[in-house]
């Protein structure tokens, strides 16, 4: 039998005005009474926060948080046969499970980044597919930079989900079949000063506690296939609890 309960966008009530039990019990649709209780916890450290209720005698029920009930979009979509720093911007991409993103350097098993290779060219290849926020782009621009979808390298440019806040494992399903799980943040390098001087520390930042924060995108393998074009909606599914943060892959 489902159970109705709770549905709060808790993205909207802890930042504002839901500082307490009580404000965020007034906010609730459909609202909460007093047989209703519930309590929040923070998610590890990337600003989201899960809701439980207690109902029926079931404790700690999960309730859709903030990162679970994104929809964005897919706003480019770009490849490159070489190991060049930009990516060409397309109509459409053909992601194939296992592999990573048709006609581009990076598909395989195996690593395909130069660096990794250089190292071992054996280990797995958890960079397959490369994304980025546009509203990274916006925040480029505020500060003097110019950038477009596909320059820095980027497989799928997105809008309206926050994936660096999305913990290891999540997966993305993007237009009719393909999904993507998230393996980790990209490392920016060098190459980004190369390609807009002064760019590399606009990527970089740092937390309250001084722990670097990456800003250049996320990485991930393919695992089912399919079209994935602009404009398709993109999906979030997390993985089962405990979260573990993104770190570098």
Not at 26 to 38: D, R
Not at 157 to 184: C, F, M, N, Q
Not at 200 to 208: A, G, N, S, Y
Request: hydrophobic share 35%; proline share 6%.
């Amino acid at each position: 039998m489902r159970l109705d309960f709770l549905s709060i966008p808790i993205s909207r009530c802890i930042p504002q005005r839901a500082k307490t039990i009580e404000s965020i019990r007034q906010i609730a649709e459909p609202p909460l009474s007093e047989e209703s209780p519930f309590f929040i916890e923070q998610l590890g450290g990337n600003g989201s926060y899960w809701c439980y209720q207690r109902l029926f005698g079931v404790e700690e029920l999960p309730v859709a948080n903030d990162l679970e009930v994104q929809a964005g979009k897919v706003v480019s979509v770009s490849r490159s046969e070489t190991h060049s720093f930009s990516k060409q911007p397309v109509g459409a991409i053909r992601l194939i499970a296992g592999l990573g993103v048709e006609g581009d350097a990076h598909m395989g098993r195996t690593v395909k980044h130069r660096s990794r290779v250089a190292q071992n060219p054996n280990q797995p290849n958890h960079r397959q597919v490369h994304l980025i926020h546009s509203e990274l782009f916006d925040e480029l621009r505020n500060a003097g930079f110019h950038v477009e979808p596909g320059q820095m390298g980027e497989n799928i440019t997105t809008r309206g989900i926050d994936i660096l806040g999305l913990p290891t494992g999540a997966k993305l399903t993007i237009g009719e079949s393909a999904v993507i799980e998230i393996t980790g943040l990209r490392n920016p390098c060098s190459q980004i000063d190369r390609f807009q001087s002064g760019l590399l520390k606009e990527v970089l930042d740092q937390d309250e506690n001084g722990n670097l924060i990456r800003k250049a995108g996320i990485m991930g393998v393919v695992l089912s296939g399919g079209e994935v074009r602009v404009n398709d909606p993109i999906q979030v599914v997390l993985p089962p609890e405990p979260f573990r943060s993104l770190e570098r892959v």
